[in-house]
């Protein structure tokens, strides 16, 4: 492909060494910078086209354009990978790898011209979650990263930089954020969730893999959701984790396993846990 998207060192990171993952990378951000352009061309269109899924979520011709065109170019490049995706059937490898992609984390948003949606692209290698990106064009930022590599930031991979979780060490002095009160109720955990949010310093709700990406910055401390899939949570996972902080289910599992998530910098893990667990409904 000529690998778009990575040409230069990122924050002096020297690409000559070719850690495990550094193609793949390429190869994803190089898809990533394609995706992009068709999504913001499709962006508040006036032709749009929107349709509600048999889960009552809405899918507009831009999510499905973008995953064809996602799994057009992974069969090109790597073939002998599996693809599991939001829009069509999972397609089974040889490799022992399969991406994991959403063509646009936060459709909602996009279909109402809301400019906080993303694209997100994960490789899980035999059980891991080895690189994720997430690409938010319409917020002219991208987020990326790859195991042993780092977690990085910035317009463009050239001009990345590199990314920390935050160093906050109680719950009273954290910055929360999450999506909606929606599913709480449903895990019989919304009086928890409120208490969370209550001891927690500051509230926002971000939203979406915003939420996460905050995290990971370390411009926010926690970030929460209780009902996901795998497919919106897969990219997120090595950009928070290479950030240096933790992403598990609300039960604790390491990953994005469990339908649901919370992510820290690692310190206010066990306790924001700890809150979530302490009641129920």
Not at 14 to 20: D, I, K, S, V
Not at 82 to 93: F, K, Q, W, Y
Not at 161 to 175: F, K, L, M, Y
Request: proline residues 4%; glycine residues 10%; charged residues 25%.
């Amino acid at each position: 492909m000529g690998a778009r998207g990575v040409r230069k060192p990122i924050s002096g990171y020297a690409w000559g060494m070719q850690p495990r993952y550094a193609d793949d990378l390429q190869v994803a951000l190089g898809i990533a910078d394609r995706v992009d352009v068709l999504t913001l061309e499709r962006f508040r269109a006036a032709d749009l086209r929107v349709e509600t899924k048999p889960d009552m979520t809405p899918v507009s011709d831009a999510d499905r354009a973008a995953e064809r065109l996602i799994r057009d170019m992974l069969r090109q490049f790597r073939s002998r990978d599996g693809v599991t995706g939001e829009e069509e059937a999972p397609v089974e490898g040889l490799s022992g790898r399969r991406w994991i992609i959403d063509p646009i984390d936060g459709t909602k948003n996009y279909v109402r011209g809301v400019p906080v949606w993303a694209t997100l692209i994960a490789l899980e290698d035999n059980g891991a979650i080895v690189l994720g990106i997430v690409s938010a064009p319409a917020l002219k930022q991208r987020w990326f990263a790859a195991k042993g590599l780092g977690a990085y930031a910035g317009r463009s991979a050239a001009a990345a930089r590199r990314i920390h979780v935050s160093q906050v060490g109680r719950v009273s002095d954290a910055s929360l954020s999450y999506s909606s009160l929606d599913g709480w109720s449903d895990r019989n955990q919304l009086r928890a969730f409120l208490r969370l949010a209550q001891t927690c310093w500051r509230t926002r709700a971000f939203g979406d893999f915003w939420s996460y990406m905050l995290v990971a910055e370390g411009a926010v401390d926690i970030a929460s959701e209780p009902e996901l899939n795998l497919y919106d949570m897969a990219a997120l996972v090595p950009i928070v984790t290479e950030a240096g902080g933790r992403f598990t289910s609300l039960e604790g599992e390491d990953g994005p396993w469990g339908h649901n998530a919370i992510a820290t910098n690692g310190h206010l893990h066990n306790p924001a846990l700890e809150i979530l667990n302490s009641v129920r409904d």
